[in-house]
């Protein structure tokens, strides 16, 4: 049987794993340790890609959940466990608290050429292949990104919600970390585990994981960057603050176009998932209904200026955001709140759009 050739090719790292005396670190948060060896950082990262490139293969075979033992929920939730606590590890490596061998700082350096050269041929994904130059960093981003695809593809996968994301606190998890995250790490969360979650999660699911976590730490998050970093670019030059963007390699002119690149990619990814929001409420019968009504009600857009739009100085972005803000025009026939952010935001947003003195070009 396939599973008899699956459970041995995962459990026998996932061992080697466990078994290593520096694990008990990860108690005190000193992740230092566990990360600067290559052998264990290899292996984490080959388990992540194992359970990533299964649940690609099931997602293009469109089986429906529980096809195959990997893929049921009960031999899931020990790998994600695994995985969870893989990312909080890495995610700890950017906690300002936390001491950092000189070979780990190395590794979160990043090259203001191989973020031009990524982001152009990846569509604003920042990826390393071939292009990171440090081997640590590599791997320590190319398990981020396959982690943050394990959890999205999780979503599809039949019962995941009811018995496997919520009883392992996976929002907990990306909750607590997320304030330290720079733009590109936001990104991936965004492309990788928002989105496919506001397109698979159940109606009965919608309070806990749209509002409670798209609501506090995503959508927050992303509204305070955004307009600190636009306001900031706008009106004085600036590009928001240093941690946005992490410890850029380069000359000022390029650390500066860097910052820019990342930014329009940060903007047009949160525009994508807005623009999803929109389309599934396009779907229901009712605006009233639907799951972006559902995070109207619930105050997710509180503070919804249009810095979350970036101003709809790029052209890409304002595409993009074109759903939304139908969404948005139909909603407001009902809702007060929506109508005044309309009047006193959006209009007076989009007629300064039109001066052309407003615009801001980019080397995108």
């Known amino acids: 049987m396939q599973c008899e050739k699956i459970i041995p090719s995962l459990l026998d790292p996932m061992n080697k794993i466990w078994s290593m005396p520096k694990w008990k670190y990860l108690a005190s948060r000193d992740v230092s340790q566990l990360f600067s060896d290559g052998q264990f950082l290899e292996m984490a990262y080959h388990v992540v890609e194992f359970c990533e490139e299964q649940l690609i293969k099931r997602s293009k075979a469109q089986e429906p959940g529980g096809a195959c033992d990997l893929l049921s929920v009960a031999l899931l939730r020990p790998i994600l466990s695994l995985v969870l606590r893989l990312l909080h590890s890495i995610h700890a490596l950017w906690d300002q608290e936390v001491d950092l061998l000189p070979e780990l700082e190395r590794a979160k350096c990043l090259s203001c050429m191989e973020i031009a050269a990524s982001l152009e041929i990846t569509n604003g994904l920042y990826v390393i292949d071939n292009l990171h130059k440090d081997k ?20 599809s996968v039949q019962g995941a919600f009811s018995e496997l994301l919520d009883n392992l606190f996976v929002r907990d998890f990306l909750s607590n970390d997320i304030g330290s995250m720079e733009l590109r790490h936001l990104v991936k969360v965004i492309r990788l585990v928002a989105i496919p979650l506001v397109q698979n999660c159940p109606f009965n699911f919608w309070e806990p994981w749209t509002v409670d976590f798209l609501r506090s730490p995503i959508l927050g998050v992303c509204e305070y960057r955004l307009h600190y970093a636009w306001f900031d670019l706008l009106h004085q ?60 009600r619930h105050d997710c857009f509180e503070r919804m200026r249009m810095s979350l739009l970036g101003y709809f100085v790029d052209d890409e972005t304002t595409m993009k955001a074109i759903p939304f803000c139908h969404s948005l025009t139909r909603l407001a026939i009902s809702d007060m709140s929506v109508r005044h952010s309309i009047v006193s935001d959006l209009l007076p947003c989009l007629i300064r759009r039109l001066d052309i003195s407003f615009r801001v070009q980019f080397n995108a």
């Not at 623009?275 to 799951?291: D, H, I, K």
């Open 237 to 296: 030059g600036g590009t928001g603050k240093p941690y946005f963007y992490g410890k850029l390699v380069g000359s000022d002119r390029q650390i500066k176009e860097c910052k820019h690149k990342l930014l329009l990619a940060f903007t047009r990814e949160v525009s994508d998932l807005l623009r999803v929001l929109a389309l599934a409420e396009q779907n229901m019968e009712s605006a009233s209904s639907s799951l972006l009504s559902f995070l109207v």
């Open 136 to 155: 640590t960093g590599a791997l320590l981003e190319k398990t981020r990104q396959g982690a943050y695809n394990v959890l999205g593809l999780c979503t």
